[in-house]
């Protein structure tokens, strides 16, 4: 696949006079994603996916009959009142990821990079994370994320690895609020459940967010004396990735603010997915899951099928039957999964139209 190998190495890329990565970018070459990423091999992910979800509902003894009869229950009223929650956490998202980029331009307020920032609305960052994770369904290795950030150096003038920086930061600041509202709902739940599931979950929680925040910590405490070390060619591009981790905390209070309003959409579109359903389930087991899907989706299969799934129905199973369980899973799949699919892939393709009509080509800045 050239997709991850064009888009890692930008991160080592020399800075070109004739800007030929803001080049490739505007003139389309990036459109090459969809054929890259959706290959045979992509095709074969999905069906060991499939084979894999299969096999685990088999574990869970699913008794497809029932599942079937669960699904004839449906609300669609209450189903679209979870499609839509789950859309309007997009704009929180959006609105989040436009304050900690502006928070991590703050070094170069005097330039035109600081005006485009500004002047960039809620809306396009919020079309930019769906476009994000539309690519994050149909590619290994979390790779819509690490696009959003190459699309935002482009945009900002203050490059790939700023981008990056900016994601680390977002992600950073997710985890914190994940593995907390995991804690919390756990110790709300009865403390005689026992599930090697929610084991699982809250082991790997953990490590994330600890690993993640030794990272952040040895940015701000030891990250001049590593880029010493760092060859020269590195230094500016370690430069600007450190500003974009570091710079992104300013405002936390509405940074914060922004997070748990997204999230409180996730839980909104899982409650409603429940109530669908005809589904009674503690309002602590919806918690629990909706941050379950934000974990286990950090594996680096597309969109995390394959993980996702068994992981949900495992985290279901603490208080309702196996069957019911596999309902709400793939229920809320179709919307956090194949709806992203498809609206996903359509906003990709015209954000795509208007990039390459709107965008022009200015050098972008080293931010020392």
Known sequence: MKFPIEFTSLLFRKPSKKNDVENDFIEGSQNQILGTVISFRTGFTFLGALFLIYFSFKIFKVDWDSTLDTFKTLDIAKYFIAFTAYYLSFLFRGLRWKTISFNASVLDRSSDCDSTLRHASSFQYSVLVLSGWFVNSVAWLRLGDVYRAYCLGVISKLGFSWGIGTLVAERFLDMIIVLAMILASVMMLSSGVKNQALDFLVIFAFIITAILTAFVLLLAIAGKRLASRLPISVRSHYSQFKIGVLNSFKNIFMVTFLGLAAWFMEITRLFFVTASLNVDMSIYLIILAT???????????????????????????????????ASITLLDRSITYLSVLIFGGLTFLLYQAWFQKKSKIIPTHDVG
């Open 291 to 325: 941050m379950s899907n934000a974990v286990l989706s950090t594996f680096p299969t597309p969109g995390g099928i394959g993980i996702v799934e068994p992981g949900l129905t495992g985290i279901f199973i603490i208080s309702v039957s196996s069957s019911d369980a």
